[in-house]
């Protein structure tokens, strides 16, 4: 089957500006996370999904990040006021369950690598 | 919290042969799941191999296998019979078993890895 995917795979914009990230997880893979990769760092968590709600933020910056997953499937990564630290390749994974441990494989998708000029 | 350190940024090997990333890691948990992950040019992170800290055999994947000192909180990728297709950057990540935030991955910060043909 499909594996994830996100769209679009690479967005240029301006300071200042909003941007959305789309993540497309496995179906039936209830459980979905977000990391931001900055350039020459590993992945680091922002949020993990369970189902339609966000069990877990803890990861995002500060109140300009956001992200749904209205229908317990798509999900949406909304940045507001762009800065240039926002610059990232922003990995989306999903995984079958989520809390059961690590038998719970994430998989990834290729990312958004963000651009903020 | 747990941190993971990968303190080679940059290996090379020639191909066929082999070469080890280092990778250790901080924690005060008992049980934990380490692994090692891919990620080519393309930027989607691939599950190499997956240790659980239960376990005292070292797990082996085909050409991938790992030494896990889990006393020293060591935990190496040894790559055999190297091939051009294993270029990539490779990452050490470290997941709670049990507890809270058990889904979150916790990643070092990279071994780029050159196979000169």
């Known amino acids: 089957g499909a594996g994830v995917s996100q769209t679009p795979s690479n967005k240029v914009t301006e300071k200042g500006k909003y941007v959305e990230l789309r993540c497309d997880p496995i179906?039936?893979?209830?459980?979905l996370y977000w990391y931001r990769q900055s350039l020459g760092q590993g992945p680091e968590f922002l949020i993990y999904f369970q189902g339609t709600g966000a069990a877990d933020d803890s990861g995002l910056p500060n109140d300009r990040f956001f992200a749904v997953r209205p229908e317990g499937s798509v999900s949406t990564l909304k940045i507001q006021r762009t800065e240039r630290g926002d610059s990232a390749v922003y990995l989306c994974?999903?995984?079958?369950?989520?809390?059961?441990?690590?038998?719970?494989?994430?998989?990834f998708g290729p990312g958004t690598r963000l651009t903020v000029l | 919290a747990q941190t993971v350190t990968q303190s080679q940024p940059e290996m090379s090997v020639q191909e066929a042969e082999t070469v080890t990333l280092s990778c250790t890691y901080d924690?005060?948990?008992?049980?934990?799941?380490l692994f090692w992950y891919k990620q080519p040019p393309s930027r989607q992170m691939i599950l190499v191999i997956r240790q659980e800290a239960y376990k005292q055999q070292n797990a082996t994947e085909n050409r991938f296998s790992v030494n896990f000192q889990k006393a020293a909180k060591s935990f190496s990728l040894k790559i055999s019979d190297s091939q051009l297709g294993d270029a990539a950057m490779y990452f050490c990540a470290y997941r709670r078993y049990l507890g809270g935030s058990n889904y979150k991955l916790t990643f070092g910060k990279g071994t780029l890895l050159t196979v000169n043909p």
């Open positions: 179906s039936g893979h209830t459980a």
């Open positions: 924690t005060s948990e008992s049980d934990y799941y």
């Open positions: 994974a999903s995984s079958l369950l989520g809390t059961s441990g690590g038998l719970d494989e994430q998989f």
